[in-house]
């Protein structure tokens, strides 16, 4: 169970800004002023519409384009089979657990960039304040709290919660509309919602003039949609869909540094943008859905999708309302249920994204994705700087006594200086680096790979697992650790990393050295590692699950997508 005052090592809550677009270089628009400025344009529209209606030759654009093409099919097979009204209010329904937790990931990098790199103040989209002019600022200090029952779960920092009920309610979405697309073309309902036609574009142009002119058009949802709910319908189903599964795919590590010509054309930062901006089309795609569907003929609606019948009888509202009271159930319930159970959750999420993410997570990839001129110019601190005495010692001399331990599994344990680790074979290789908040960077890493660690210590056949233990401390109590998969330390871009940008690793960024494994998430880099084990299982390290924030912030040791 969680306790929200000590969650995240008791980080306090704290609202970030209203969201906000730049416009212009330096200048950033509120967004709450769309209200004042989308009644103001609507009222426009409406008077600008009453005008164009009262005009001859509008009047017989619409006589000959009166919004609504019926095909002989639909004249023929009116209605609505079951399966569209099951699969409606299944959508629905996982819904609220995607966008309630998609909201609660961007709270954790309030912040949207086009461009590769995570620079502060070149983001186009922002719910939080500029940032601090502190040069050790970290991206979780940056995180936003949400209220309990917009963001899923809604405490500040819950991202690995959050991606587990996002990622889990996507398969199940995606399964879902896979069987949805199958319907839709054996049945013949395709043609409702697919423009076969290119008269389909002066018909919703009439239809959107009638709407906004308050003198609806003639229309039977029955038969067959407007086609101006024909295009948002197709918009909806096939290109907005699609495109988040294509931009939710952009954000994963190990696909990003496998197939570099879509890493190329498709940043995670754009990913990320693209992603948010789809979200936006099915919020405001609802928001007008529900308005008309209440405001065009409340029961007739209701009855054609939840009664699967026509006319104006009671019934479609009755089985409306206990669905409603379903979903309503569902979205109290989420955030009380999470904080009480929140392995139950990580269990479930893990059992559907798990067969997913297991097609990707050992896959290799290869250097030279990056060149020097890509390099960030601004690389984010993360994580609990180390403050104990220890490490200030190590420290204060320049790391003179650091050495780093490699122990358990092994045939040739070792204790390395950093003299050690400069003297075996320099490996450099320039990189992205994705953190499980959103933020993303390219450096330039040099060290030692993690090959020749293992050539140097010879890991026993029984050895599964490599667990780095670091310096600092998590933000509980005990030290940071995680491990990974003995397989992943072969690849080609797995090392120990001292150097950076062609310095020495500095501080914050996990002096005197940090692991770079690519196709995982950044809380995964270990940094200030002090020490290296090997080992058959995890289940008897720290709380058992694979790694510090696994033990205690519910994030997956397998974090490949």
Known sequence: MIDPATFAGSIPQTRGVAPRVRVGRKRWLNLLWLVPIGLVGLVTAVVIAKVLRSTQGIEHFIATNPGTIVTPQARADPGFPAWVSVQHFFNLF?????????????????????TRHSTPGREWFRMQKPVPDEPLWTAKQDSISLPGQLGLPGLRHSIGLARWWHLGADVLFLANGLVFYVLLFSSGEWQRIVPTSWSVFPNAVSVLIQYLSLDWPVEDGWVAYNSLQQLAYFITVFVA???????????????????????????????????????????????????LVAATGLLENLNHMYALR??????????????????????????????????????????????????FEHIDSSPGEYTEDDISPYFWHNGRYPDSEKYQRLLDSDFRDYRLHIGGLVDDPADLSLDDLRALPYQEQITQHFCIQGWSGVAKWGGVSMQTILELVRPRPEAKWVVFYSLGDGDETGAYYDAHPIEQMSYRLTMLAYDMNGEPLPFGHGAPLRLRNETQLGFKQVKWIEGIEFLADFADVGGGYGGYNEDHEFFGYRQSI
């Not at 657990?97 to 086009?114: C, E, K, M, N, T």
């Open 94 to 114: 996982l819904m609220i657990f995607v966008i309630r937790a998609g909201i609660q990931i961007l709270s954790d990098h309030p912040r949207l960039y086009w």
């Open 310 to 359: 026509d006319g104006d009888s009671w019934i479609g509202l009755a089985v409306f309302s206990a669905s409603m009271v379903i979903c309503i159930a569902a979205w109290v319930a989420a955030t009380p249920f999470t904080l009480r159970y929140p392995r139950v959750v990580q269990r479930v999420g893990f059992a559907l994204i798990g067969p997913v993410q297991r097609l």
């Open 241 to 291: 869909a699609p495109l988040a599964l294509l931009t939710g795919l952009g954000m994963s590590p190990a696909l990003s540094t496998r197939f570099k010509r879509l890493s190329k054309a498709l940043s995670i930062q754009a990913a990320r943008s693209l992603h948010f901006l789809v979200l936006v089309w099915f919020l405001v795609f609802i928001v007008i859905h529900v308005t």
